[in-house]
């Protein structure tokens, strides 16, 4: 037996009442015989205390009644050995609840909802169930539990989330679940089965073990209308959404642009069903800094996440970047000059010189120097670049031929040890360890392809990073915070001389990342899908903050934790003397509301093995579990039969004593 | 020794001592005989024939009681008077009602009651008195006729010997009963402790007085009824209805008192109202100062009564 709530055992003090009341009498305990009452005159009647109480089957009902009363209170709860889960037909049921955005659609959560009503309610009382919650991750809500109030009470603690679910992960999510239980696993999947969710083995739906599968489909004939892509430029100020229909009916849509919350334009979409059709709004005059456009459609359908989609534009701005060659007939600078010239978003205007020239150009009308060779630089060039860094500039310095000769990094100063490799010609070698999370470095894996045929030792210096390393151990780029400013040193060439990654496809995304990270993060993109995160490392921004969707600090951006991006809308980041944001969109997978088709649902289903019926060592022992019996109802019957019995005491004692006055 | 001589009767008198005799006749006897000792120098001395005074003759006396020597002497017609020179009749009432049973000492009221009749029975049979017996509660429970017979005390004194509480109080009907076979005059002696309506008594005694009875109340009363204590409130219950009443001991020690002296002195006022005697008995008093007030009753009356 267990007590829920002792504490209202404390109630039971009120029986200190009837005991009380019990031994009051109006009838004085001094009682003495007299000749005649004719000369006396009634006193007032005084209430006494007796020494014995009265009224004892009155007395003890109310008692009872009262005991009872509190044993309500305190939820008393029988738990039994449950029969028929010592006889072996004991279950455990897996509710799975799909919580993807489509669920939201129209009233699917409510059939969800209804439909697992409808498992708790046809379970056996010893079968045991769990509520798991299929959305972004596979979250179990009620741990196995043979109590199905508490299992019921569960289901409003999930809701339908804004992220897409695959199938096909989602079954190998559970197959962890599925193994740890130790009884015959019956797995109920509440889902609109969404064809896009479908993954593209069918294999991969098949459960682990021997499970029985029992697919409960909530799909209904929801239409929906989503804007797919939403493209904009903001070089030219173009921008383009894609409007795709899933309905099986025609729709006629308003598309509405906004830009920084103010209504821009509007374009009328006419889309037969199972269209897709594209919107070209006007040329969007943008404005300084981080723009907030949003494309919405009215009036809005059953699913109304993607029925928005924002896209966060910058105007650019042109950014002079000086380029110094060793001589201007050699080509050290022309791969980083045209790989620049090909980042049209970043707006970059380089501008290349040869190193003589250096000491007579004024270095801080540039964003960034870029040194191809580094022993192309004389003592005055030295300086001025020294000082141009020193006072806050940003400089990629590279080490091609013309620095065998050098004994030191120029400005930074770090020791050169020859030249690596370069014997026999043929010999390379690779990238070795590459910090993916340097935002120079980040998503440039492909980096690994190149080869190195020559390269400069150079031992670092401790206020040195090592951000990419080749094979050979010896340091490829670092970085080094300098005065006011910072260097990045390439230790090979920034042409073809040393290695072929000039001629490599990661090349400009390279270039393109190197001149991000000089720039200070102002090629920040401005774009990231749900459910992804935020390196804050990558991002360059020190001592700032992000603010989710809603205005809401998400996370100090000093931390090394990445941000979530788990809400639509725009992200917003302030740090570093800069604003910036981040808009973050509906998946579109999850727009296409068809549902598997009957045929494949069977199949699926029938991938599910009916388990055994004799239990196995490890269920018989999960049988140890009680089955819980609540008794409230019936002590509040007998509470109700206890106040019935003791009305009737209490009228007979009433009426006897009203026959003895009369 | 005069002083232990006259210790020893009056010892007698007193009701506890009286409850520790078995026989009623004896208690009589033991009560009278110490009385009478004791008042030797009493006025009361001698029940003899004994002259008392001459009256002038009035038309309608009885003309056997003329004194002749007188009227040769004088030639005017003289009746003569005695003291006691006449037995006459006590009649009894004793009120056997269950208020009758309180008491707060040794000997309750219907106890002490029974010790005062028999006494008062023995004293008139020694004085060759016919002497007659009513118990009454509600109901007339023992009449013994008034009577000089040989014997009559013994049955008298047998009938109050085995008088008990009864249930209630009803004054009217042993008076009815009197009046309807006593028809001669006599003295009648009430014997309770008058718990009734003053005015209601004197209508059902009134009736005696006309009849020419002379009528002695005696109303006892235990000392918890005349100053009652209560240390605490009570509920008391009413000895003959059962009722109960809850009282406050203040009410007690104040208006109850004021209250019971002036049913006294209103039951006194109506008893002389009508020519009778009214006597106040505290039952934890000796016997002799009723039996004095009885005789000094008689002696008045039977002056009266001579011829």
């Known amino acids: 037996m267990t007590l829920l709530a002792p504490l209202f055992f404390a109630g039971l003090l009120a029986i200190g009442l009837p005991l009380w009341l019990h031994r009051l009498s109006a009838e004085n305990p001094n009682k003495q015989r007299f000749s005649s009452l004719m000369l006396l005159e009634a006193g007032e009647p005084r209430r006494v205390l007796a020494k014995t109480l009265q009224y004892l089957l009155l007395l003890a009902l109310r008692i009872a009644v009262i005991t009872l009363l509190v044993l309500a209170f305190v939820q008393p709860t029988l738990w039994r050995p449950p029969q028929a889960a010592a006889s072996g037909s004991a279950r455990m049921h897996i509710i799975v609840l799909d919580t993807s955005a489509s669920m939201a659609a129209g009233d699917r959560w409510d059939r969800a909802l209804d439909a697992a009503d409808d498992i708790v309610d046809s379970l056996a009382s010893e079968d045991r169930a769990e509520l798991i919650a299929a959305g972004r991750v596979v979250e179990v809500v009620t741990a196995p539990t043979l109590d199905r109030a508490a299992l019921r009470q569960s289901f409003a603690t999930v809701e339908p989330g804004v992220f897409p679910l695959d199938f096909g992960q989602l079954m190998r999510a559970l197959d962890g679940i599925v193994r740890g239980a130790d009884l015959p696993v ?244 690779s990238i070795g360890t590459l910090d993916a999370s340097h935002p120079a470095l980040r998503g440039l894996d492909a980096l690994r392809a190149a080869k190195f045929f020559r390269y400069m030792p150079v031992t670092p210096d401790p206020a040195d990073a090592v951000v990419m390393s080749l094979e050979t151990g010896a340091p490829l780029l670092l970085e080094r915070a300098f005065g006011d400013g910072r260097v990045l040193l390439f230790t090979s060439s920034l042409d073809r001389e040393w290695n072929d990654l000039a001629v490599q496809p990661v090349y400009v ?125 019936w002590i509040l019957f007998l509470v109700l039969a206890g106040l019935g019995v003791e009305s009737w005491v209490g009228n007979w004692h009433l009426r006897i004593r009203r026959g003895m006055a009369a | 020794m005069p002083a232990t001589s006259e210790a020893a009767p009056r010892h007698l008198l007193q009701p506890e001592v009286l409850a520790g005799l078995a026989n009623l006749d004896l208690i009589a006897r033991a009560v009278v005989e110490g009385f009478l000792t004791g008042m030797h120098r009493s006025p009361f001395f001698g029940f003899s024939q004994e002259f008392a005074e001459y009256r002038a003759y009035t038309e309608g ?47 309750n009221k219907l106890q002490y009651a029974k010790y005062l009749a028999a006494t008062l029975a023995y004293l008139a049979a020694r004085q060759h008195d016919a002497v007659g017996l009513i118990v009454f509660d509600e109901q007339i429970r023992e009449h013994r006729h008034p009577s000089s017979r040989p014997g009559q005390l013994h049955g008298v004194l047998h009938a109050i010997d085995r008088t008990t509480p009864g249930t209630g109080t009803d004054l009217k009907k042993p008076i009815e009963r009197f009046r309807e076979f006593e028809k001669g005059r006599g003295l009648v002696a009430v014997i ?27 109303q006892l009363l235990d000392p918890q009824e005349l100053k009652p204590e209560l240390k605490e409130s009570a509920l008391l219950e009413d000895m003959e209805s059962g009722e109960k009443m809850e009282v406050s001991p203040i009410f007690m020690r104040s208006r109850y008192r004021e209250k019971i002296e002036a049913h006294i002195a209103n039951l006194k006022k109506a008893a002389i109202g009508m020519g009778a005697e009214h006597m106040l008995v505290d039952i934890t008093q000796p016997l002799d100062a009723a039996l004095r007030s009885y005789l000094s009753f008689r002696q008045r009356r039977g002056g009266v009564l001579g011829r």
């Open chain 1, 186 to 429: 019956v797995l109920h999947l509440v889902t609109d089965a969404q064809a896009t969710g479908l993954p593209t083995r069918f294999g991969e739906l098949a459960p682990r073990g021997a499970v029985e599968l029992a697919i409960h489909d909530v799909a209904g004939g929801e239409g929906n209308v989503a804007i797919e892509t939403l493209a904009g430029s903001a070089l030219d100020g173009s921008l383009t959404a894609t409007v795709q229909s899933f309905d099986a009916s025609a729709r006629v849509k308003t598309a509405r642009l906004e830009q920084n919350g103010a209504l821009v334009e509007e374009r009328t979409v006419e889309l037969a069903p199972g269209a897709r059709a594209q919107v070209s709004f006007g040329v969007l005059t943008l404005a300084a800094g981080p723009n907030r456009v949003r494309v919405s459609l009215a009036p809005g359908d059953d699913l109304p996440f993607d029925d928005t989609r924002i896209l966060a534009l910058r105007r650019p701005e042109p950014r002079p970047v000086l380029l110094v060659a060793g001589d201007l007939r050699l080509q050290d600078a022309f791969f980083v000059d045209a790989a620049m010239v090909s980042l049209a978003a970043l707006a970059l205007e380089p501008q290349t010189i040869a190193a003589d020239a250096l000491a007579e150009t004024a270095l801080e009308d540039y964003e960034f120097v870029v040194v191809a060779d580094a022993g192309a630089l004389d003592d005055a060039a030295r300086a001025a670049v020294t000082d141009y860094v020193a006072s806050g500039g940003a400089l990629l310095l590279g080490l091609g031929p013309r620095s065998l000769s050098l004994a030191e990094v120029p400005v930074t100063g770090e020791t050169l040890g020859g030249s690596g490799l370069g014997g026999d010609g043929d010999a390379y070698t």
């Open chain 2, 192 to 218: 309770s402790d008058f718990y009734c309506d003053p005015e209601a008594f004197l209508k059902g005694v009134a009736p005696l007085a006309y009849q020419g009875q002379d009528v002695a109340l005696f």
């Open chain 2, 61 to 107: 006396d009885d003309p056997r009681f003329l004194d002749w020597n007188v009227y040769a002497r004088t030639e005017r017609t003289y009746i003569k008077r005695y003291v006691g020179e006449t037995n006459t009749r006590l009649v009894i009432l004793l009120d056997a009602s269950a208020s009758m049973g309180f008491g707060s000492r040794a000997v």
């Open chain 1, 509 to 633: 995304p390279f270039i393109a990342a190197l001149s991000n990270h000089l720039l200070g993060g102002a090629g920040f993109s401005s774009e990231a899908e749900l459910g992804s995160t935020l390196a804050l490392r990558a991002l360059g921004l020190q001592g700032g903050q992000i603010f989710d969707p809603a205005g809401e600090p998400a996370l100090g951006l000093g931390g090394t934790d990445d941000v979530l991006l788990d809400e639509l809308g725009f992200y917003e980041l302030v740090g570093g003397g800069r604003n910036e944001i981040v808009a973050v969109n509906f998946d579109v997978r999850e727009s296409n509301l068809e549902p598997v088709d009957a045929a494949t649902l069977e199949r699926w289903q029938a991938l599910g093995q009916p388990s055994a019926a004799a239990p196995t060592a490890a269920s018989a022992a999960g049988t140890d579990e009680t089955v819980p019996t609540p008794l409230g109802y």
